[in-house]
């Protein structure tokens, strides 16, 4: 709703909805309805009025079921094959809009000339969005996994056993423990789904290098990496893993690929000659610009009589 509202550049002031769960906690005796609290603070932020069919009377929306028909055998038949939702959303907002050019069943105008008449009557987007999304605590496994409708989401090993709140969003979950971001992952609506990000694992796989390409995470690292790690052994490989683990502490994961191909270019693979070409790419030179003094300085008379250190190493003293 809040894409739609922003999609149309306004909001409509009164809208009819069936007896949604995310929307009503229960049907009261007179038609009243006790609202899920979150779909109150949407309501009253967008300040639309919310109308609600009485259940199981199919004939208050037989129009809006017969669009619903109208759009899955016109927009998706053939079945679409969907391989990023962003992606299909935008071209069904494009099929809608191409839509509206037919002719409206009943007044035998173009919908669009409606839609036009129509969104006048429009309220005013408020100025800040309403950020739609809920929280739930989760207890981390042992393996440093949260689960959310059988998907697997992978943050930091330390905080196995843990709990943390994570922040449910419709594409994406942010993760938080003691009110600090520990993970960031789009939202899987598949079944039974593994999340990470092998940059928190690094320091775990120096654990046991001999072990790195058995690990779940190997196949995740980038691929000259991957490479490398394979073709070493011994000191050579956690070398290259200490390297590795300090590029990521660092915050610098997006140059790892860049520090290995340096040094290729130089015939080199060892992990000092690599981290000598990382330093270069991340740790730029620092050179301070001249000091600027605001005033002039002073001359100074300074001509002092040394004479006296004579004596000293056995000449004659003149003071």
Request: charged share 30%; hydrophobic share 35%; with cysteine.
């Amino acid at each position: 709703m809040k894409r739609v509202f922003e999609r149309i550049g306004g909001v409509p002031p009164r809208l009819r909805f069936d007896n949604l769960s995310t929307a009503v906690a229960k049907v009261l005796e007179g038609g009243e309805r006790e609202l899920i609290e979150g779909f109150t603070r949407f309501m009253l932020h967008y300040r639309f009025r919310a109308e609600f069919y009485n259940p199981a009377a199919g004939n208050e929306k037989g129009n809006v079921e017969n669009k619903v028909g109208y759009s899955r055998r016109n927009a998706f038949v053939p079945v679409p094959t969907v391989t990023s939702f962003e992606v299909f959303n935008e071209w069904l907002w494009e099929w809608c809009e191409k839509d509206a050019q037919r002719l409206h069943y009943k007044y035998k105008i173009p919908i669009q000339e409606l839609w036009e008449a129509d969104r006048e009557s429009l309220l005013k987007l408020p100025e800040y969005p309403f950020p739609v999304f809920c929280y739930e605590a989760l207890s981390m496994n042992k393996y440093g996994f949260a689960v959310i409708d059988t998907n697997k989401y992978g943050l930091a090993p330390t905080l196995a056993g843990k709990t943390v709140q994570a922040k449910l969003f419709f594409d994406h979950v942010e993760f938080y423990y003691d009110h600090h971001p520990v993970g960031r992952y789009r939202r899987s609506y598949g079944r039974d789904e593994e999340l990470y990000d092998w940059t928190q694992y690094v320091g775990t796989l120096l654990k046991k290098p001999g072990a790195v390409e058995h690990t779940r995470f190997f196949k995740q690292l980038p691929q000259q990496w991957q490479e490398l790690l394979a073709q070493s052994r011994g000191r050579e490989r956690k070398g290259a893993l200490r390297l590795l683990d300090e590029i990521v502490r660092d915050g610098n994961a997006p140059l790892c690929e860049d520090a290995l191909s340096m040094a290729a270019e130089n015939g080199r693979t060892d992990p000092d000659s690599i981290r000598q070409c990382y330093y270069m790419i991340a740790k730029k030179e620092f050179r301070p610009k001249p000091l600027e003094l605001r005033a002039s300085t002073p001359k100074l008379r300074y001509d002092p009589n040394l004479t006296a250190y004579d004596g000293l190493t056995g000449g004659v003293s003149h003071a």
